[in-house]
């Protein structure tokens, strides 16, 4: 398969494969003529790679966990830092779910009972004046 229908098959740039290239991530066979020809797995490989990107995985540790997807087999280290991994994965959810949470309640302040939505986010201004941090007026 050539590198530009890999690439569509998988929903990355020529530029990424390239780069998994140089990062040790994927592999390509060359044409008599230079050109890459990847195996038809290569796409759920791009997959699997941008996923573990996705996650939050550096290309070291990507780079390190594909050989035990490939066996099946991890050693013990391996299996710890790929623990460690997924408790640093449940971080995030948890911390995109708090934020989730927080845009849920700014929406339903925002929105009035007639479920149209506020002009502004912004405060209401004041019609008093300031002159050194000191209100006046009214």
Known sequence: MRIGQVAELAGVSVRALRYYEEQHLLTAERTPGGQRDYPAS??????????????GLPSRTVREVLPCVDTGE?????????????????????????????????????????????????????????????????
């Open 42 to 55: 290569a796409v759920g490989r791009v997959r699997l790679i941008q996923q573990l990107y996705a996650a």
């Open 74 to 138: 991890a050693t013990p280290d391996m299996l710890d830092r790929l623990m460690a991994e997924r408790s640093l994965v449940d971080r995030r959810i948890a911390d995109l779910i708090a934020a989730r949470d927080q845009l849920d309640e700014v929406i339903g302040i925002a929105t009035n009972a007639s479920g149209h939505t506020c002009e502004s986010t912004a405060p209401p201004r004041s019609t008093e004046t300031v002159d050194a941090g000191r209100p006046h007026g009214r």
